[in-house]
Every structure is written in C-alpha cells, then in structure tokens.
C-alpha cells in the first residue's frame, strides 16, 4: 500500500512541477481543469448521484462555468477570492465544534450539489489566479507546502501520535501530526524566505523581519486550511460510506483524495499573498 | 492608516508583547518554583484556553488563552480558596516575607534581564553610529549660547563618556531632565578640554521634547566611503543593475571620492545618464545609471534609491555587556523619572505612549533592520519591568509595597484593607489606560 503510494508521488510530482513551471497560462488552466473535471465525477458519486447521466452532468455543470469564466468573465474582481476563504474558515469552526453533528445531518442532494459545484469551481478560478497574478514559482511553493505538510503530518503521527485530531471524521489523524507538520512547514517557509531574500526576488529585496514572520505565518495558515478541505472530504466520504473517492491513482484513491488539501488551501494562499504584499517575482 | 495596516500593527504589537509578557510571567514561575510554591496554572492571554498542557493533575497546567492581552501565573493560596490539607506548606500564603517578596520581584526582574539581553546583542553586532563631533550651529539656540564652536568634539556628558553622537545626544536629553545646567566637556578643534554648559530654561524642564529643537547642535557628517549597503527595490539603481556592496568609483570619467560627493552629483542630474564604473568582488563593470526626477523644496533632484554602508561600531563581549547593564538601568530610571514627573506636572503628557504610538514605533523599528527592532523590544521589555514596579496596588510594586508596611508593622496588612487598596489600583490603571488611548488617538487622527 505505502509502496504503492509512493510510486505513485514519485511518478507524478515531477509531472506536476513540470506542468507548473512550464505550461503556459492557458493549457494550465486547461489541465488544472481536466483534474478538477475528474474531481466532480467523483464528487457527483459522493453527493450520492448514481446513474451515468445525472453524474456527467453534474460534471458538465462544472465545466460549463469554468468554460464560460474563462470565455466571457474577463478579469474577476480580486475580492472575490474572500467568500472562500470565509467558507473555509466557517468550515473549520464548524468541523472543530460539531463534528458529530455534522455526520449525523441530513443534507438535501441539492445542497450537496451545490457546495461541490461553489467549491470546485473557486479553487479552480483561484488556481487560475494563483498561477496568472503571483506566476508559477510561487504557486509550486503552495504545492510544496501541502505535499511537505502531509509527509511531516505522517512521520510525526507516526512517531508521537496519540491524540486523535477529530476522531469522528478521520480517526488517523493526530494533534501531533499536525504540530509535526507546522514544524515542517516553519522550517520550510524559512528555508524559502532564505533563498528569496539571497536572490532579491520579487518583495523579498531586504530583510525585513515583519515581512519574514508574514510569510511564515501564511504558510502556515495555509497548512492548517489544507488540512481542513482533507477533513471536509473526509466527512462527505464517511456521510456517502465510502473508504476513497474514486480509483485513479494507485495508492492514493481517487483524484480528490489527493487535491482536496489544495482545493481548499489555494483561497487563503491566494487571498493572503495579495493582503500581505508577498510576492516571489 | 488604512485599516488592515492599522490591525496589521497591532497584531504584530501584541504579539511582542504577549512575548514580553511570558518572559515576566516565567520569572514568576521559575522563582516560584524554585522557592517551593507549589504552581497550578501559568496563562499566557487571558480568557478562553486554545491550547493546554498538563503532564499530570498533581503538574502546572499550561496554558494559552484566547485574548492577547497579558497572563498570570495562578499559584496555591488560601485566600484564593480552598487548599487541601497536603498542600498547606506550598501555599504562596504561607511562605516567609522574604520569599514572597522574591517571587514577586522575579517577574519584573526577568524584564529586566530580558532588556539586558537584547541590549547586549545590539552592542556585540554594534550599533551604527557617527562620532560626536559639531557640525554646523543654529543661531539663537541653546548650544550657540553655551559657546559651541564648529568642530567641537563632545568627549563627555556629565562625566559620562559618549563615543557616539546618539550616546551624546541621548546624555544630554537625560541629564536635561533634572538639572537647569548640563556641563559638556568637550575637544575643541586646538585640541583644547573645555567644559561648555548647556543651560536649560524652565519651560523645556517641563516640555523635554521640545529639547530637540532648542539645543540646535547638528552632527559633522563624516566623509563616507561610497560602497552600497543596500538597493531599494524599482529604485534608478536596480534598473541601472547596481547592487548592494558595489563600491562605486568614476562617474562620467570622474572619479569619485566619497558619497556625499556623489549625492550631491545624482541630485544635480535628474532624467540624464551618468556612465558608472563600479567595483564588484573584485572586478570593474561599467553601467549606465539615469537618477529619478523628485521635487523637493530645493528644487527638482535626482535620485537614485540606493543606501551608503556606515561604519558600526561593535564591542567585546565584556565592554558589550557593561553597556548593556548601563544603558538597561538608564533607560529604566529615564522612564521612571518621566513617570514622576508627570505625575507632579512637571511634564506634560505629550510625553506619554499609548498603544497606537508603541505599535507604530513597533513596525518601524522591525522595518528599519534586526538590531533596531531587539532594542525595541528591549525597551518596550524594561517599560514593562518598571511599571510592574509601581507602588500601585495590583501590580507587582504594590504587592511589594505590602510587603514592605508588613515588615516595618511586624504584620500583615488587613485583609479587608488590601481589597480596598486593590480595587482603586485597579480604578487607576484602567484610567491610565483609558487616558493613553485618547492621548495617542488626539495625536494620530485618522
């Protein structure tokens, strides 16, 4: 299983990094699309839609407003990236304080429809965003800091793991998981700013210690958000019954269960680098 | 300010001084501790705990509240309630006069060690600074008066040695306080030791602010090399690829001598191309740099966005540390000289910060380098130190003040008494509050 999953990330990740480096701001939009595409195939099954037609229309729906965003909206206004973030953050209270509650709830299928079609479809204009506004380095480090995230969250719950993080939800998780990975990411933002400040790049021309503790503290908001969105996949999961999304990637389960971190991270990355005036080039 | 900047401040303010507040409170706990009293909860924030820590329910519980606003160290005591037969000899209450006294000295004591600290680290990277010599004198001012000549080097203040010009300046301001006469020994350019006295009227006895414009001594700037210590970002400078550490040597075939001479050619050439020749690592490069048009009072100038190096001047560790311990207690009986003064309406309460005016000295000094923003925190540390200190009952000063009338009576003071004591203390500080918050918000209106 491990073995699985890390051939798997060892496979992709170059892919990725490659396709975020790389691809031009229209074909990024265009794959970043086709991966958000998959995600609501797999959303429409959680959502608890079942025949063919009902599922890939649901996919359409979203496609059909990524589409004509891209076609006809033209540039958004840039505070449109807030109503997420407030979701977000209304998210994490809410699975914080009534996880059980959250479970037992009975959501009409519309709901369901709804919040995946607002969720997807944001994280997708936000990462069109991201990689347009703030350029492709600093979305990479976004990425990274998932990835790295989850990798410190797993060794350190491994190590010190005893307290369960919300044991109703996603009873592998642990507080010591997530201190490990903040740790991780404290390390990492820092190790970044170096680099940043060495190079003079973008808002990183002098050392300016406010600025240094911004940056970490963004990342590491950014962590505990990307958190929240595994937790948020996790309890629609457990309401439909299911153990993984889909079955693309070996390993891994399907293609949500890897982006869901990154879905919902992207809203405060994105929104947070414009407020504080952080900027890689 | 617009309104994120405003939080953005305030969040960095209270975040300096919730550290602040820990490193106070821990002195409490570590003395505590070490005295055998028994400590049940150390709290920093008030309020709601978002985070605990408790190894065992016989160990201190941890804690972190939700309000960024102070902490407490909660220690066993009887007159905070029930204490079970066991803990008895642990009780805070119970303790000799001379361990309570302790316990509650430790914490604006740790304050001050803390100042200490900092300062000692700014003086062993060393603190920026020119020479006190004289520059040029304002006429009709104080210095004029007392018989300052151009080229004076100022070698004293009060018999204090002042090797910087800040140090200078910052003697007189301090011995301006309270004598009518400041003696100023200085170094006259024959090489002759005079002694030139600063007379201080009255009216800035009680306005020491206005000092600064009064005195009308002006520092010699000194000829400084023209290497750069830093570019400003979409400067002329980092268009034209100049970086930091470039040392700069030709301009149009002339050479250059020193920065000022350089300045005053980029101010004389707005909007044209100077060629440059500049030395990096070693190696000559030759650029073209076209200085930005900016209007000033003086006219349209050039300028390029660029920061000269200046010499600093870092101590040993020892000397470092004597600096340190001297420049803690100055700033200390400063502060609470200020206090006094005030309260007898000596001063006026211009002279007072409210949490506004400290924020933005906050992001200035973390914007304006590291060893600016330690000797900030250093400050902002003894204030705390100092404060605490007070006679007033609440804080530590008045618990001391306790302390001291229970040893000169051979006994306690009433308890019924102290609650009364306690609660105008209480009256005063929130009026104290209150009152620095109008003052900042009449000083800085939005």
């Known amino acids: 299983m491990l073995k699985n999953r890390v051939w798997t990330a060892l496979i992709l990740a170059p892919l990725v990094i490659a396709a975020i480096l790389f691809l031009p701001d229209r074909w990024f939009a265009l794959v970043w699309g086709l991966a958000i595409a998959i995600c609501a195939w797999e959303w429409s099954n959680l959502a608890g839609l079942t025949t063919i037609p009902a599922r890939g229309g649901f996919v359409l729906a979203c496609v059909g407003v990524m589409t004509s965003y891209q076609q006809w909206a033209g540039d958004l206004e840039e505070w449109l990236a807030w109503p997420v973030v407030v979701w977000w953050f209304l998210i994490s209270i809410v699975l914080r304080k009534y996880p059980a509650k959250l479970l037992e709830l009975n959501y009409p299928l519309a709901v369901k429809i709804l919040v995946g079609l607002f969720v997807l479809v944001t994280s997708w204009i936000l990462m069109v965003w991201t990689q347009h506004n703030l350029g492709s380095k600093q979305l990479l480090y976004l990425f990274l800091l998932v990835w790295i995230a989850d990798i410190g969250a797993y060794f350190a719950g491994k190590r010190w793991g005893i307290t369960p993080l919300s044991p109703e939800i996603s009873p592998g998780k642990t507080v010591e998981g997530l201190y490990g990975a903040m740790g991780a990411i404290v390390l990492f933002a820092l190790a970044v700013a170096g680099v940043l400040y060495a190079n003079e790049a973008g808002t990183f021309t002098r050392f300016d210690f406010i600025q240094l503790i911004d940056f970490v503290m963004l990342s590491l908001v950014t962590v505990v958000v990307s958190v929240v969105g595994d937790l948020f996949e996790s309890m629609a999961k457990r309401i439909r019954g299911v153990k993984d999304s889909g079955v693309i990637l070996p390993g891994h389960g399907g293609m949500l269960d890897r982006l869901d971190s990154l879905i919902a991270a992207v809203s405060v990355y994105y929104a947070g680098s414009k407020l504080l005036g952080i900027f890689f080039q | ?446």
């Not at chain 2, 914490?107 to 010599?133: E, H, Q, R, S, T």
């Not at chain 2, 800035?204 to 750069?228: M, Y």
């Not at chain 2, 929130?430 to 918000?441: A, H, P």
Request: glycine content about 8%; some cysteine.
């Open chain 2, 1 to 446: 300010m617009e309104p994120f900047a405003l939080i953005h401040t305030l969040f960095y303010f209270l975040l300096a001084l919730t550290i602040l507040v820990a490193i106070h409170e821990f002195g409490h706990y570590y003395a505590a501790r070490k005295l055998g009293v028994k400590v049940l909860k150390f709290s920093i924030g008030l309020g709601k705990s978002v985070w605990r820590y408790q190894q065992s329910p016989e160990s201190t519980e941890f804690s972190i509240g939700m309000l960024p606003l102070g902490g407490f160290v909660k220690m066993v005591d009887e007159r905070e309630g029930e204490v079970s037969e066991q803990d008895l000899p642990f009780a805070f209450n119970r303790q000799k006069l001379s361990v309570r006294s302790a316990i509650v000295f430790a914490g604006p004591f740790a304050n001050f060690l803390l100042a200490i600290l900092l300062y000692w680290i700014v003086f062993m990277v060393g603190v920026v600074g020119i020479k006190p010599i004289v520059g040029t004198l304002s006429p009709g001012t104080l210095a004029e008066q007392a018989g300052f000549q151009e080229g004076d080097e100022i070698i004293a203040v009060g018999n204090i040695p002042t090797p910087t010009w800040t140090m200078a300046i910052s003697e007189i301001f301090f011995h301006a306080m309270d004598d009518e006469s400041v003696p100023v020994e200085v170094l006259t350019v024959r090489e002759q030791k005079l002694i030139r006295d600063l007379i201080i009227p009255q009216e800035l006895l009680e306005k020491p602010q206005l000092l600064h414009d009064r005195l009308g001594i002006n520092a010699l700037e000194p000829s400084l090399e023209p290497v750069l210590e830093e570019v400003m970002p979409n400067s002329a400078a980092r268009l034209a690829g100049l970086a930091a550490g470039d040392r700069l040597l030709v301009a149009d075939g002339k050479p250059i001598k020193d920065w000022q001479q350089w300045v005053d050619y980029v101010r004389a050439n707005p909007d044209k191309d100077i060629a440059l020749v500049v030395e990096r690592n070693g190696a000559e490069i030759n650029l073209t740099i076209r200085p930005a048009k900016v209007e000033t009072p003086q006219g349209v100038v050039g300028k390029i966005g660029a920061a000269v190096q200046r010499p600093k001047f870092p101590l040993a560790a020892y000397p470092a540390l004597v600096a340190a311990f001297y420049k803690t207690w100055e700033s200390s009986v400063m502060t609470l000289k200020m206090i006094g003064r005030i309260i007898v309406g000596n001063a006026s309460v211009d002279n007072l910060s409210g949490p506004i005016s400290i924020a933005k000295y906050a992001e200035q000094s973390a914007k304006s380098g590291f060893t600016s923003f330690l000797e900030y925190l250093a400050i902002v540390s003894l204030s705390l130190g100092v404060v605490n200190l007070l006679p007033i009952p609440v804080l530590d000063g008045g618990h001391l003040m306790f302390y001291v009338l229970e040893a000169v009576m051979g006994k306690p003071i009433p308890e019924g008494i102290q609650i009364k004591l306690l609660n105008i203390g209480v009256m005063i500080l929130l009026c104290l509050m209150v009152f620095s918050f109008y003052i900042d918000i009449f000083r800085h209106p939005a």
